[in-house]
């Protein structure tokens, strides 16, 4: 019985120092793969949580189970999601390939029932977007775009005197197109605009117009 007992409070202690062991390597991956973790999961990283929590209970659940059998895949899956943010960062156009790329479904307070239609949203689904946004008709947005996330934003008319506000035109080399038709605008005004800045399209991080004035962020070059 007393050996018995001894074995009990061994596999106790195993299991309590398996979860400390398993807690700590989640949390250092997590840390490792950045703060947007913290906040909206795009697909892929939502796919690295769930199968990193997955892994965790794994081996929680399965005390015959080596530790290293599930430290190394946590890691494993922390540097994937690594390498994959790091692509995402140098090759823009993979992570539109992967994960897709915005859509506009309100121009000029114009509902685009094509792209809706597409995306497989119905019309309740966007006013209640809408008002979760604080705006009440489609008509007071200048543009509204629906995120690789899921996630809609607007950006509503000025009012009250307020400065127009500013759309993007260009983000890491891609073209706004429907920001541009927006202001009624297209890409030979675009390239004329970089031209007279001095710049092009590969040098620029981040461009915005409002109809009047122009944001321009350039990129920096690394620091070797």
Known sequence: P???QIMRGLTVFSLLFRTIVLYAAVVAAMRCMGKRQLGELQPGELVTTLLVSNVATLCIDEPDLPLLAGLVPIFLLAALEI???AASWRWPRYTRVLFGKPVTVILRGEVQQDSLRRLRISGRDLAEAL???KIDTPA?????VMEPGGRLNAVPYA???EPPPYLPLLLDGVVY???LRAFGRDEVWLATLLQAQGTA???VLMLYYNGQDTLLVPKKEAKR
């Open 2 to 4: 007393r050996r018995a």
């Open 83 to 85: 390498l994959h943010a």
């Open 131 to 133: 008002r979760g946004q």
């Open 140 to 144: 007071r947005v200048l543009w509204a």
């Open 159 to 161: 009012q009250g005197g």
């Open 177 to 179: 197109g429907d920001c």
């Open 201 to 203: 399209k590969s040098r």
